[in-house]
């Protein structure tokens, strides 16, 4: 007779062992193959870590073996072809050797160290369910100046936490400037060759979107302190990327001028000739061949731009009537190339026939804010707004500088795409310049001293956030020189000259030139007596002819 499975006398279970050995042995096996997995996962996320792994299990093995005098041996060899790839190749030997060591030592010693610590301080650990969430290191990339932190958020965060909390994580980690990027940085490279179609996918995969990461880019070293000197002219001006300066991890920064107009806004004295000139020096070549033509507007009456005057196809600076003949015949021209280029092509291509035509206006709010004559200030104002929203795909562009960048002194300032935040005296010009919420993500031009002349902040091209650069100094040596270097060839279409003012009508276009019209305000007309001319005198509160008392 079987035993009952429960002795309800005795108050005991008889244990059927096969099904407790099977449930045991079931459990025990689960559980060995979660350990294996895990220990596959880790050894597939570090794969970077297997030839270290293997050189230790190696050296191990020998010192057991043959004792110290392999390694010493190995360690002798190893500094000798370091020393000579040192020697022969230093820049490649310092990529993948220096800064992939500093990476590692970095992100043990600095981040990995006091990444707990620093994440629940700044106040981006998120508490759920009685534990901690916080944000995930993945990768540090060392450069010379900089260090790219990688890290995941935890569910429930978005970006903006770490721009809030940007300047704490600088001094958190013995850094001055961080700055937050929601995107990745670096953009796939152009593959070519007959394994490109296999690269390709895999630069898709590495490459894919991952919102939940956050760059993190820590400025170890400010290479912005020092003054940048003046890039070489290139060959060939590249519309798509002239450099002008540098960037704070030593990139160099390089503008897109093509078919955008430049706003570059900043206190007196701050470097806005900086940029301009570097823009000019960056230029030269195609001022010479007749690629590019300047046309220079100086309202401060030739302070900054005459010094450079062979540079300037056009230039005025004295005369506010022929700085709006300017203007109007840059319209001019902007309706010629319309009517050629309409329904062809978007976007006009610089050629030495059809140029690019570039205006620089050195002070702007002096023409649209502060100019006497309301007459003339309203036919610059129409000229820049057409200019400003039909020339940019035309190749009439321009390039303007302000000392105050509120609506109500440059009125036009919403139609400029590109801007340029120098050093700046109030807060609220930041987002004025470069759009609301700029100076949240890290656009502080407020806080640039007076000593970092020529450093601003920019929006690069497919970031929302900005990047500080500095850009070139060039003395007045160096202008007059690139200035009698590439002198600009005569204009083709000579400039408004002055002419007798024409008889009174209602609108009247004068022809100059070629057949070029420009538009010239009606003078206004001469009152005409309202009383006959019997009555003109009497009101006149005066003495009678024989001396009495007024009438």
């Not at 000229?383 to 039909?390: I, K």
């Amino acid at each position: 007779m079987r035993a009952p499975l429960v002795n309800f006398r005795r108050i005991q279970v008889a244990a059927p062992w096969p099904l407790v050995w099977t449930v045991t042995f079931f459990i025990l096996l689960v559980r060995l193959v979660v350990f294996l997995v895990g220990i596959a996962v880790t050894a597939v996320r570090h794969w970077r870590a297997w030839p270290a792994v293997a050189l230790v299990v190696l050296a191990v093995d020998v010192h057991r073996s043959h004792g110290w005098w392999p390694h010493l041996l190995v360690l002798i060899v190893v500094a000798a072809s370091a020393g000579v790839w040192w020697w022969r190749s230093r820049e490649s030997f310092e990529r993948l050797v220096v800064l992939r060591g500093l990476s590692w030592w970095r992100r043990l010693w600095v981040y990995r160290r006091q990444w707990h610590e620093v994440m629940s301080l700044c106040g981006l650990v998120k508490k759920y369910d009685g534990g901690e969430k916080l944000p995930e290191l993945l990768s540090v990339r060392c450069t010379y100046a900089t260090d790219e932190v990688v890290l995941r958020m935890p569910r429930g965060q978005n970006p903006e936490a770490y721009h809030k909390a940007a300047r704490d994580l600088a001094y958190s980690f013995g850094t001055r400037h961080c700055r937050v990027f929601s995107g990745r940085r670096q953009a796939p490279p152009a593959r070519s060759g007959s394994l490109a179609w296999i690269l390709r996918r895999v630069d898709a995969i590495r490459f894919r979107d991952r919102p939940r990461q956050v760059w993190l880019v820590l400025i170890r070293r400010d290479p912005l302190t020092r003054i940048v000197k003046p890039l070489p002219v290139p060959a060939r001006p590249d519309f798509t990327a002239l450099p002008l300066g540098l960037r704070e991890d030593l990139a160099v920064y390089c503008l897109r001028l093509l078919a955008t107009h430049v706003l570059i806004g900043g206190a007196t004295r701050m470097g806005k000739g900086s940029v301009i000139w570097s823009l000019l020096r960056s230029l030269a070549a195609g001022i010479r061949s007749g690629l590019v033509r300047v046309w220079a507007i100086d309202p401060k009456g030739g302070m900054e731009l005459s010094i450079g005057r062979p540079l300037f196809s056009r230039y005025v600076d004295d005369d506010w009537t022929r700085m709006a003949d300017m203007l109007d015949d840059a319209v001019t021209r902007m309706r010629a190339r319309q009517r050629v280029l309409r329904g062809k092509v978007r976007v006009h291509t610089p050629t030495v026939d059809e140029p690019l035509i570039v205006i620089v206006i050195d002070e702007i709010a002096a023409l649209l804010a502060f100019l006497p004559d309301s007459d003339i200030r309203q036919r610059i104002t129409q000229a820049l707004g057409l200019l400003l929203t039909q020339g940019a795909g035309l190749g009439v562009l321009v390039v303007a500088a302000t000392q105050d960048p509120r609506k109500e002194v440059v009125s036009v300032r919403d139609f400029f795409p590109t801007r340029i935040a120098l050093g700046v005296t109030e807060r609220g010009h930041v987002d004025l310049l470069l759009g609301d919420g700029a100076r949240d993500r890290g656009a502080l031009a407020d806080q640039i001293p007076l000593s970092a002349k020529g450093v601003a902040y920019v929006l690069l091209d497919g970031q929302p956030e900005p990047a500080r650069v500095r850009f070139s100094y060039l003395a007045d040596d160096v202008i007059r020189e690139m200035a009698a270097t590439f002198p600009a060839p005569p204009e083709v279409q000579p400039e408004p000259v002055d002419a007798p003012a024409p008889a009174p009508a209602a609108v009247k276009a004068r022809s100059i030139g070629n057949g070029r019209h420009t538009y010239r305000p009606t003078p206004p007309k001469q009152a005409a007596p309202l009383l006959p001319p019997s009555l003109l005198h009497a009101l006149d509160l005066d003495v009678t002819p024989n001396g009495g008392d007024p009438r």
